[in-house]
């Protein structure tokens, strides 16, 4: 079983900056992927940013140049800097890993998510 554990929420005002923090625990071979998502109350779960174990990143278009992801491999870690803040990205953020077990099956596990709240 992989667990991921996200920490860094909070409470910010608007322009201001947060990092968000993910680790994953467990029987883990590879992790190919890790992403941010976000739930705003009463919507959709939407996909902030991704990371592939290359680097290669991918964002929203509601936060690009405002967010960045990052990844430390072999802390099996990833990383969002949240800058710049607005009340619209207060939602939950929950982190997610696609890859391999120790056991060789693939894995696609969630975090329990983190709350951010932006005020205006």
């Known amino acids: 079983q992989v667990r991921l554990v996200e920490s860094g929420g909070g409470l910010v005002q608007a322009g201001g900056s947060l990092t968000l923090s993910c680790t994953a625990s467990?029987?883990?071979?590879?992790?190919?992927?890790m992403g941010w998502y976000r739930q705003a109350s009463e919507k959709q779960r939407e996909l902030v940013a991704a990371?592939?174990?290359?680097?290669?990143?991918n964002y929203a278009d509601s936060v690009k140049g405002r967010f960045t992801i990052s990844r430390d491999n072999a802390k099996k870690m990833a990383y969002l800097r949240m800058n710049s803040l607005k009340p619209e990205d207060t939602a939950v953020y929950y982190c997610n890993a696609l890859g391999v077990t120790g056991w060789g099956r693939n894995f696609d596990s969630w975090g329990q998510g983190t709350q951010v709240t932006v005020s205006s």
């Open positions: 467990g029987s883990i071979f590879r992790i190919n992927t």
């Open positions: 990371i592939t174990s290359g680097g290669t990143t």
